[in-house]
């Protein structure tokens, strides 16, 4: 008998940010003709912060039970990465055509995976690294000049 084939929860936790981060990307692009790139990041950050609002509530109350390093932890995360995230790719995308800005998203696998080895001492599989070369050649080959 061979494996399962059947899209369980696990995928469509995978394919559900792939398909939001897609339209996300397509509705955006045209608002960079009329609105610099640093807006509509600050933009797309209050709309994703009025999507998460029915959850403030339960995030207020565990962040009393909370540990001062965690609360460093989380205002870290949103301050930095998001805002050096979203910034760089509005930037991005307001200079390059939304596809090939978008196969740069291949990267992002190789990279997590080169920092949680320098960082967190991981070790990636062989087969991740070969994966890892082939995303980040396949990505070298899509963007490659014509």
């Not at 995978?14 to 933009?43: D, E, Y």
């Not at 109350?61 to 540990?67: D, G, K, M, P, V």
């Not at 509005?90 to 960082?119: E, I």
Request: charged share 10%.
């Amino acid at each position: 008998m061979g494996a399962s084939r059947d899209l369980g929860t696990g995928a469509l936790q995978i394919l559900g940010p792939a398909l939001c981060n897609s339209v996300t990307t397509v509705v955006q692009k045209p608002l960079f003709a009329t609105h610099k790139p640093l807006n509509v990041s600050a933009l797309n950050m209050v709309l994703g912060a009025l999507v998460l609002a029915p959850w403030l509530p339960s995030g207020v109350s565990q962040l009393a039970e909370a540990s001062p390093l965690n609360i460093q932890a989380v205002i870290y995360l949103a301050l930095v990465p998001s805002l050096v995230a979203y910034g760089t790719w509005s930037v991005a995308l307001s200079r390059l055509p939304a596809s090939r800005a978008s196969n740069f998203m291949d990267c992002v696998s190789p990279v997590a995976t080169l920092l949680g080895f320098v960082w967190l001492g991981e070790m990636p599989t062989p087969l991740g690294a070969v994966g890892g070369v082939m995303a980040l050649g396949g990505a070298a080959v899509v963007n490659r000049k014509r």
